[in-house]
Structure formats: structure tokens, C-alpha cells
């Protein structure tokens, strides 16, 4: 088997506008909302790495024994944003952008094919700094019908 080559580091610096994202680093468990039944609530790992000398942040995302998932974050300089992509072992798919810590919330807002739906869906993430190595991320889904923005998921997270 032929070895992987080993790139040259660049004398670019990484951009200094991801360290906004320096809080997805390591390994976090996020405990979602108990659902009303009284069912187990759901339980989402995170696990965040800079990569390509550290110009992107890959943030892998797993429900145990449902599916998994990657969010590549990148700055856009051109734009003036976070720009990210989402891909998950599902198929669903999608890019969606952040115009990065605004009163306290990062929001990402994008578009997204959702296998699981059978269709297209604006999805909005909002995280929220609790504290060191403690954050929450509230999903929204956008109503077809109304444009109005539903809650999805609440999740707790905390580094591991």
C-alpha cells in the first residue's frame, strides 16, 4: 500500500476569525431536552479539530446508533463570514454561513437536502457560551408553510 504523502506547511497564518470557534475543540457530549413521554433525552458527541494548518475547523457529530455527521467551518474573507459545510453518513447534505458572535449567540443559518425528510430544509443553529467548556446549541427548522422558525432540538453540552 503506498504511503500517504505529507503536505509542506504553509507561512500562512490561520485565519484569527475562527478562534471564534475555539469552544467546538475536543470532545464534547450534548444531552438533549427530555422528551415529554419521559424517554431517554438524545445524546450527540462532538469531537473538533483544526485542519489544514488549522484555516478550517472539521467538527465530527455522532448519535450513537442513528448516524453521523461533519461540519467543515471556514472564513470567507471575501464575504465576511463563516462559511460551513454539513455531510452526514445519511446523505443529507448542505452549506449554510455565520456572521460569526453577534449579543452573545453564533448563529448558522443554511440550506440543507435532509435524506430524512425527503427534501429540502433551512436549518438555523444558535449556540450559546454557558461558561467554559459549557455551550448550548438550539436547532430550528423553517416552516414551508409560514416561514415562521420552529424549534427542533435543545442540546446541553459540555467538553468531555
Known amino acids: ?3 500517504t504523502p505529507v503536505l509542506p506547511p504553509t507561512d500562512v497564518p490561520p485565519p484569527e476569525q475562527l478562534r471564534a470557534l475555539d469552544f467546538l475543540l475536543g470532545h464534547t457530549r450534548c444531552v438533549g431536552e427530555t422528551p415529554a413521554d419521559g424517554s431517554a433525552p438524545t445524546v450527540m458527541h462532538m469531537y473538533g ?3 489544514l494548518g488549522g484555516h478550517y475547523l472539521n467538527v465530527d457529530v455522532a448519535w450513537p446508533g442513528t448516524m453521523s455527521g461533519r461540519w467543515i ?5 471575501l464575504d465576511g463570514l463563516i462559511n460551513i459545510y454539513y455531510v452526514a453518513d445519511s446523505g443529507t447534505q448542505g452549506t449554510a454561513a455565520s456572521a460569526g458572535w453577534q449579543n452573545g449567540e453564533l448563529t448558522v443559518t443554511g440550506s ?13 443553529d444558535v449556540f450559546r457560551l454557558v461558561d467554559d467548556g459549557h455551550f448550548t446549541i438550539t436547532s430550528f427548522v423553517r416552516s414551508p408553510d409560514d416561514d415562521r422558525w420552529v424549534p427542533l ?4 453540552c459540555r467538553r468531555v
Open 153 to 156: 432540538d435543545v442540546y446541553d
Open 73 to 77: 467551518f471556514g472564513w470567507n474573507p
Open 49 to 51: 479539530e483544526p485542519t
Open 112 to 124: 440543507y437536502s435532509v435524506v430524512e425528510v425527503g427534501g429540502r430544509r433551512t436549518v438555523r
Open 1 to 3: 500500500m503506498p504511503e
